[in-house]
């Protein structure tokens, strides 16, 4: 069975502090991982897939299969990356497929 | 048109009522799914339609019935609900795309009551 595990349900920064979400997976095969945000009143939406090694709006995420992570970072937070985040993750293989979410972590950037 | 849409937004049933929740997309996508998502909770898949065929079912109790009459639309049909399944039904769709490479558009979401 594939698990998700975000530690934190909330995290707190100040405006142009680093900010890390945690995210910890557990899966016997190859997973695909994926990084969710929802904006207040937006409807959930891709933040950025690990396959891709992309950077998206500052945030970075790299798989650690050894450490089993994939958490999410972002050098300086700004005011507007306040959101709740979740962490998921995709048996791999499929082009399509269960997602199984995290808890997920409400983050806070204070001014 | 880059939206999955959902109606209606809101949806309050009695235990006997028979519904239908509705879901459309007009971005080609051939995979379409349905999550739940309690309060304070992250989704939880139900199903995932692939060219309109249902390829996964999460063991969801009969009194849930989803339909894909074709690749734009997805619908669940909702019949004896009992209270527990009050909750936010969110459609999402994806392109078929290679793995790891998938991105989910979800709906905005219908905000279910059952009493």
């Known amino acids: 069975a594939q698990r998700v595990t975000q530690p934190e349900k909330l995290l707190s920064v100040f405006k142009g502090a680093p900010v890390e979400l945690k995210c910890n997976y557990s899966?016997?095969?190859?997973?695909?991982l994926f990084w969710y945000v929802q904006y207040s009143r937006q409807r959930l939406q891709l933040l950025l897939r690990?396959?891709s090694r992309e950077s998206i709006k500052g945030f970075t995420a790299d798989l650690n299969k050894g450490e089993t992570s994939f958490h999410l970072k972002k050098p300086f937070a700004q005011e507007e990356d306040s959101a709740m985040y979740y962490c998921?993750?995709?048996?791999?293989?499929?082009?399509?497929?269960?997602?199984?979410f995290g808890q997920g972590t409400i983050l806070t950037v204070h001014p | 048109d880059t939206e999955v849409t959902q109606t209606p937004k809101h949806l309050v049933m009695g235990m006997t009522n028979k519904k239908s929740l509705k879901c459309e997309q007009h971005m080609g996508h051939r995979a379409m799914y349905w999550y739940k998502q309690k309060a304070k909770k992250p989704p939880e898949l139900m199903f995932v339609?692939?060219?309109?065929?249902?390829?996964i079912n999460e063991s969801v109790p009969s009194r849930f019935s989803p339909e894909c009459p074709n690749s734009s639309l997805l619908n669940l049909h909702l019949h004896a609900l009992q209270p527990e399944d009050s909750a936010l039904y969110l459609c999402?769709?994806?392109?078929?795309?290679?793995?790891?490479?998938?991105?989910?558009?979800f709906g905005s979401g219908t905000q279910l009551s059952v009493l």
């Open positions: 690990h396959i």
């Open positions: 899966y016997s095969g190859s997973p695909e």
């Open positions: 998921a993750l995709k048996a791999g293989g499929t082009s399509y497929g269960k997602l199984t």
């Open positions: 339609y692939s060219y309109e065929k249902l390829s």
């Open positions: 999402a769709s994806s392109p078929i795309a290679t793995p790891g490479n998938e991105k989910l558009f």
